[in-house]
């Protein structure tokens, strides 16, 4: 009786430990990260099973990313090779200041002229994706925002781990306002 007990408690305690360290984490990443802001632009893909998310695509103000110019099959981009977008300061990127490096080459990455923060994803039929291409929101606001985002200039607010990972922090309206 005495090591079910234990058991029960360690089944109680562990998941409760995870879910404090992710919420810790995250909260050191928002807090500690390097903030990126890039536009937004919106589109409707009417997913009935993904739940109240504003959906959208990030530009990243870059001309090359993910494309295949070269007439070599060996230089088509594998599914899952990584791939990165320096950038040479934080805060509000402009058109064409992204620089995209193929395969995150350290050379590079370690170039603080080009590339102070940068950020890690991969190629997906043609377009560089960091993972981070929905926000939940409210359902009672949910139809309000979809329209705004098809029709405002939005930006988002990324926070940017030394890594490359990103952290959606906000979106920020044409008004300056946030969700």
């Not at 992710?22 to 739940?51: A, C, M, T, W």
């Not at 695509?57 to 981009?77: G, H, L, M, P, V």
Request: aromatic share 12%.
């Amino acid at each position: 009786m005495k090591t079910f007990k234990v058991l029960l408690t360690l089944a109680l305690v562990i998941p409760v430990a995870f879910f404090v360290s992710e919420i810790v984490y995250l909260e050191f990443v928002r807090n500690l990260g390097k903030e990126l802001i890039l536009p937004v632009s919106g589109y409707d893909p009417r997913d009935l099973l993904s739940g109240h998310y504003l959906r959208y695509n990030i530009e990243y103000q870059t001309y090359s990313a993910c494309s295949n110019d070269r007439s070599d099959s060996s230089s088509k981009f594998q599914k899952n090779e990584t791939h990165c977008i320096c950038y040479s300061h934080p805060g509000r990127i402009e058109a064409g200041a992204g620089t995209f490096v193929e395969d995150c080459n350290p050379n590079t990455l370690q170039d603080k002229k080009i590339c102070k923060l940068y950020l890690r994803g991969e190629c997906r039929y043609g377009r560089f994706t960091i993972g981070n291409e929905r926000f939940y929101v409210n359902e009672t606001r949910a139809l309000e925002y979809e329209k705004r985002l098809r029709n405002q200039n939005v930006h988002i607010r990324l926070k940017v781990e030394t890594d490359g990972k990103a952290l959606t922090d906000s979106l920020i309206w044409e008004d300056g306002s946030s969700l």
